[in-house]
């Protein structure tokens, strides 16, 4: 599709400021899909979801119904959900196991590969051009999928960086994430829990690096937390994991500032590193033991040294590695946006390190939580007050021109400092003009 020639992007962005029509401009989204969502690297699914031959999960890019499916050789690929005839979704459920995939429509029948298997009286077909040697008669795989540690991302674009030069600076948050699994796998557990926002999705995409905005937006949740455990429990008392979860996000400013932020290219970034509100959960007995079996003391140290908070792979896709669970964004408009939050279980490691896993996911991230309707609240609000004619600039000028670039383009800077924000518009923007493919 052609770009919108009406939309000057340059005019919407200032180093420090962004126009808030990026967030209520239906013809912006239209956009963002065209240019972002169906070019970049999106995250499709995990590789556990499809453990064997025939298992499928179904999902979207950006616009674009897609199919992950594991086929009879163990390879895995990504297919556009629509069936090569007359077009109908192939698959119209969210998971499952097939031996081939069959169009509820005419019947026929594909390959998990995608290939044409058979047509109802095929014959009916000879003589015109939609026949075997017509690549169109299969289901069209999707222009380019690769996985990093069992993390599937596609691209709808044919042209781009491969995977990992993509990833770059936040592929070592996958890493840490898995290798804190003793036998080096994750497998999602459980369901998923998803979660409709009234608002435009790069709110939920900058407020998961929004360091200022924890100790005032969860004071309801996490200082009742506090108080309620203080009034109820004894000192000689365990901390139970409900409190631990939900304390951290009240600390005080210098804890969020200390945690720093490190940004990198194409709009990637994460909170924490060596602290962050995960580092200070109780240990569970027998999985330091696990790991360090698997891995040795040092290895085992190695990982536990990094404690990062979220990490953002932009634009789709966050992990929170320290707790194993993800939140994936789903852009449906301008102004809506479906969440799901996935819980994953560390292969190797105690029971109830998933338990905790999914603790937190319910307390954090579901739809009946605590602390995300927090954040939902300002976002509706920003929604709504940007619809305000007040002034037609947004702020992202915090700490602007403070943080250090290493000689690989890697940023690092103080907590509180806005240029995630920053950066993720400079990346916003090199997507959306960059020229025609
Ligand atoms: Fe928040």
């Not at 963002?32 to 999106?42: A, P």
Request: aromatic residues 10%; proline residues 4%.
């Amino acid at each position: 599709m052609s770009r919108d020639k009406t939309i000057d992007i340059e005019s919407l962005l200032h180093k420090d400021e962004v126009h808030r029509r990026v967030y209520t401009d239906p013809a912006i989204f239209d956009l963002e899909m065209d240019r972002l969502w169906h070019r970049t690297w999106i995250y499709v699914g995990h590789e556990s979801q499809v453990k064997n031959p025939g298992d499928y999960f179904t999902t979207t890019i950006g616009r674009q119904p897609v199919i992950l499916v594991r086929h009879k050789d163990g390879e895995i690929h990504v297919l556009y959900n629509r069936c090569a005839h007359k077009g109908a979704q192939l698959v119209g459920d969210n998971a499952g196991c097939v031996k081939a995939f069959r169009c509820c429509y005419h019947g026929w029948r594909f390959d998990t590969d995608g290939a044409l298997l058979t047509i109802p009286l095929e014959g009916g077909y000879d003589n015109t051009n939609f026949c075997r040697d017509n690549p169109d008669i299969n289901v069209k795989k999707v222009p380019r999928y690769d996985s990093y540690r069992g993390f599937v991302f596609a691209s709808l674009s044919v042209e781009g960086p491969d995977l990992k030069t993509w990833l770059g600076g936040v592929a070592s948050s996958i890493d840490n994430m898995v290798d804190r699994a003793p036998d080096g796998e994750l497998e999602i557990t459980g369901g998923v829990l998803r979660y409709t926002h009234d608002s435009n999705w790069k709110f939920f995409v900058e407020n998961l690096n929004d360091l200022m905005h924890a100790i005032v937006t969860h004071q309801s949740s996490s200082q009742t937390a506090r108080i309620v455990a203080k009034r109820l429990m004894d000192d000689k008392d365990a901390v139970p994991w409900a409190v631990e979860i939900f304390s951290p996000f009240t600390n005080r400013y210098s804890f969020f500032e200390e945690m720093g932020l490190h940004a990198f290219d194409y709009g990637h970034s994460y909170s924490g590193g060596k602290v962050s509100i995960h580092s200070a959960y109780s240990d569970i007995p027998g999985y330091v033991d696990a790991l360090e079996a698997a891995y040795g003391k040092e290895k085992t140290l190695d990982i536990f040294s990094e404690n990062r908070h979220n990490t953002i792979f932009y634009p789709s896709a966050t992990i929170k590695g320290p707790i194993q669970t993800m939140r994936v964004v789903k852009p449906i408009s301008v102004d809506k946006t479906v969440i799901e939050s996935w819980t994953f279980r560390l292969k190797g490691a105690p029971e109830a390190m998933t338990q905790r896993s999914i603790l937190y996911c319910t307390l954090i991230n579901s739809s009946a939580n605590l602390v995300g309707p927090d954040d939902y609240e300002s976002y509706h609000r920003l929604q709504h007050g940007l619809a305000s004619q007040a002034n037609d600039w947004v702020s992202m000028h915090r700490h602007l021109g403070k943080e250090t670039v290493d000689e690989s383009g890697a940023i690092e800077a103080e907590g509180t400092n806005d240029i995630v924000f920053r950066n993720q518009f400079k990346a916003w923007k090199q997507y959306l003009t960059a020229e025609d493919a």
